[in-house]
């Protein structure tokens, strides 16, 4: 089993956003308990893009969705592990990290869109049908940036203005609004909000904002909606944003532009970016490191380049040989061989030893440990570990074949 | 589930909105009756919600108690055409042409005060049960299977029994009968929608859990039960005048119900107006809200499309 052998992170010369360390999320199933994530370990610095790379089932979302306390419990459970996160403030004060797990539901729910923001899969059902646009975005004003949208009142609003503007007007006080003296103030607010969500619409490179915050989601594109989500999750300027495959529900052609998007905003807004992706060549094109998830557990971690150019486990090698190139021959697939294992308790062996080419022995009774170092080029495979750690003869360990790239 | 603190919406959803609603509003109406047989159904409605409220400027109203059936004891089973009687009088005098219009104010009185009641405890009890879910939803649940599971106009009619024989015992069987399809219909549909990303989307902008239900879960649940509330508009009147056709009405309302059972012995004897005319009203009634409620079915729910 990996050991967490961590210190508590401390200031170091790149700060921090957030610190996963092991974390393990199971769920109750009826065939027994699923170890859906299992052991994980990573940091996101400060506005750097973590890709977090692997197939259907590794537990990538559900990792990602721990972040904001979004999986449903029961089923789930957090069995163990910690999120540390630390908020712009904390990290420029030195402060102490929140643990996301732990934090309360009040907190959570501050924290969820205004400092963690996340994005969806599939904007077509992320955006409620029944709702305009502008009543969707001006959500996220209306929970995290009341005090912004009653700016510009000299003297203060009135009071039924400032409740309207965090969303607490009592049932019937929207009549209020219709007749003087408030009428003119909730016009006032009502172009505020237009200007607020206008704004953060036009950041997405939304041609015409306006038309487009009158329109009901199913009116729009799914390029067009991924945008809104953009848009929304940005809204509030938060310190982590954990897009959720967002391009996979959308065209190649809009793929490309939603990541571009994505890449911009992330550096002028100078947020860091946990981006989740099945697809190891697009997360190539965005990502400053990335995370090769397998059967709930990190395979191996490091800079884009280091997991491109020198892939380390056996798993990060398949997963580049299977990558379709021009220099392909058509019909030639590299796949690897074998299925995912069952994580309804498992062994303690490494995940991958079933379907891996190179795996003695040993790697069906060990499981390797990651090196959990913050930002180095860690692997959790044997072929990297020490003989004499393990207390094991050189030869039982397995020898990975570097040319096979 | 309750946060008190931002239940409540902001007060440009209802103003502003409230435009581009009217226009979506007017796209279904179109929608809906583009269907010939859905504009019939609609049509008789308006025509029996019209003869209800009319029912007063039509036929002058019996002084002690207008629901009542006025009655002419010089004037007893005669058929219909006559001069002051143009339906036709019952054996005991009452005049059809009254109980019919009077009958369709009662009918009206039923199936709104019914459905009204039973659509908004439905649509509580179901909410609860699907949003919350856990024992909570177990306890709801079972308890509307309970109910469910015996016959709808038997159990109505065992209430009714049991509360003695008045208008008002009726409407309470009803409620207490038609209340739970309610729970259940809502309660699917929450389940289903509550698991929609932009519920999540919604959570993870750091909305309450009220807000979620309000503004994203129950708007995207309601359509089913808009339709079965059309439907049951029907239904009601349908059961409530079999209770009251057996005798758990106040004798001599007027009500469709009523007004066949007491017609019913003159049929024999070739006066069929007394008890056809107002079972026709019934029958009309119910093929009226049917009609309507499976036209709109077919608008609001994509699914059924295909006709």
Excluded at chain 1, 183 to 198: A, F, K, P, Q, Y
Excluded at chain 2, 105 to 127: A, C, D, E, K, Y
Aim: charged share 20%; with cysteine.
């Amino acid at each position: 089993m990996t050991v967490s052998t961590r210190e508590p992170p401390a200031a170091k010369t790149r700060s921090l956003v957030a610190s996963v360390d092991d974390l393990r999320i199971h769920f109750d199933t009826k065939a027994g308990v699923l170890h859906a994530v299992d052991g994980v370990s990573f940091d996101i610095f400060d506005g750097e893009i973590l890709g977090l790379v692997g197939e259907t089932g590794c537990g990538k979302s559900v990792t990602a969705r721990s972040f904001l306390r979004l999986i449903p419990t029961p089923p789930g459970n957090y069995a163990g592990g910690r999120i540390d996160f630390w908020t712009k403030e904390a990290r420029h004060s030195g402060g102490a990290p929140i643990d996301l797990l732990t934090v309360s539901d009040s907190e959570m729910r501050s924290m969820r869109g205004n400092r963690i923001a996340m994005i969806f899969q599939d904007p077509g059902k992320a955006l409620n049908p029944a709702l305009s646009i502008r009543e969707q975005v001006v959500e996220v004003f209306y929970q995290h940036r009341s005090e912004e949208l009653l700016d510009g009142w000299s003297g203060g609003a009135p009071r039924a203005i400032r409740r309207a503007a965090s969303q607490r007007s009592g049932k019937f006080e929207w009549l209020a609004f219709k007749v003087p003296p408030l009428r003119s103030h909730s016009r006032r607010l009502n172009r505020r909000i237009d200007e607020m969500v206008g704004d953060a619409l036009a950041e997405t490179q939304i041609a015409n904002p306006r038309k487009v915050m009158a329109s009901y989601p199913h009116e729009l594109s799914g390029g067009m909606k991924q945008r809104v989500m953009i848009a929304q999750a940005l809204a509030c300027n938060p310190d982590l944003l954990i897009a959720d495959e967002p391009t996979t529900a959308l065209d190649v052609t809009i793929q490309a532009r939603i990541m571009e998007l994505i890449r911009e905003l992330q550096q002028s807004h100078q947020t860091s970016v946990l981006y989740i992706s099945h697809d190891l060549s697009l997360v190539r094109r965005i990502s400053d490191r990335i995370a090769v998830m397998y059967a709930g557990r990190i395979a191996e971690i490091g800079q884009t380049q280091e997991i491109f150019h020198d892939p380390r486990h056996p798993y990060t090698r398949g997963l580049l040989a299977a990558i379709p190139s021009l220099a392909h021959k058509r019909g030639e697939l590299a796949a690897i061989e074998g299925t995912v294992p069952e994580l309804i308790d498992p062994p303690s062996s490494c995940r991958f030893s079933t379907r891996c080419s190179f795996a003695t022995e040993i790697c069906g009774q060990l499981d390797p440990a990651l090196d959990a170092r913050p930002g180095i080029h860690a692997v959790a495979c044997h072929a990297y570990t020490s003989p004499q750690e393990l207390g094991v003869r050189p030869d039982q360990l397995p020898r990975l074949d570097r040319t096979v790239l | 589930m309750v946060d008190t603190e931002h239940r409540q919406r902001s007060p440009f959803f209802t103003s502003r909105a409230l435009a581009i609603r009217a226009r979506r509003f007017g796209e279904v109406a179109r929608d809906v009756l583009r269907n010939p047989t859905t504009t019939l159904g609609l049509v008789i409605i308006v025509t029996l919600i019209g003869l209800a409220l009319l029912a007063p400027i039509l036929t002058e109203p019996n002084v002690p108690d207008a629901y009542q059936m006025p009655r002419d004891w010089g004037a007893l089973n005669l058929p219909p055409g006559s001069p002051d009687h143009l339906l036709g009088t019952t054996s005991t005098g009452g005049d059809v042409l009254y109980g019919v219009l009077w009958g369709a104010r009662t009918s009206l009185q039923m199936s709104v005060i019914v459905v009204g009641i039973t659509m908004v405890v439905g649509t509580m009890m179901g909410s609860i049960a699907g949003f919350i879910g856990g024992k909570v939803d177990e306890i709801i649940m079972r308890f509307v299977d309970v109910l469910l599971a015996i016959p709808e106009l038997i159990f109505a009619l065992a209430i009714a029994a049991v509360l003695g024989p008045s208008f008002a015992n009726i409407i309470f069987a009803l409620t207490v009968v038609f209340w739970v399809k309610y729970a259940r219909i809502i309660r699917g549909q929450i389940i289903h929608v509550k698991n929609n990303e932009y519920v999540d989307s919604a959570r993870v902008i750091g909305d309450s859990q009220f807000n979620i239900y309000l503004k994203d879960v129950l708007p995207n649940s309601v359509t089913p039960v808009i339709v079965q509330a059309t439907l049951d508009m029907g239904n009601i009147v349908l059961v409530g005048a079999t209770l009251s056709f057996i005798g758990l009405a106040e004798a001599g309302l007027a009500e469709w119900g009523v007004l066949v059972s007491e017609g019913q012995a003159g049929i024999s004897a070739g006066r069929w107006w007394a008890s056809t005319i107002p079972g026709a009203m019934v029958f009309l009634w119910a093929l009226a809200f049917n009609l309507f409620g499976d036209g709109l079915r077919d608008v609001l729910d994509p699914r059924t499309e295909g006709r």
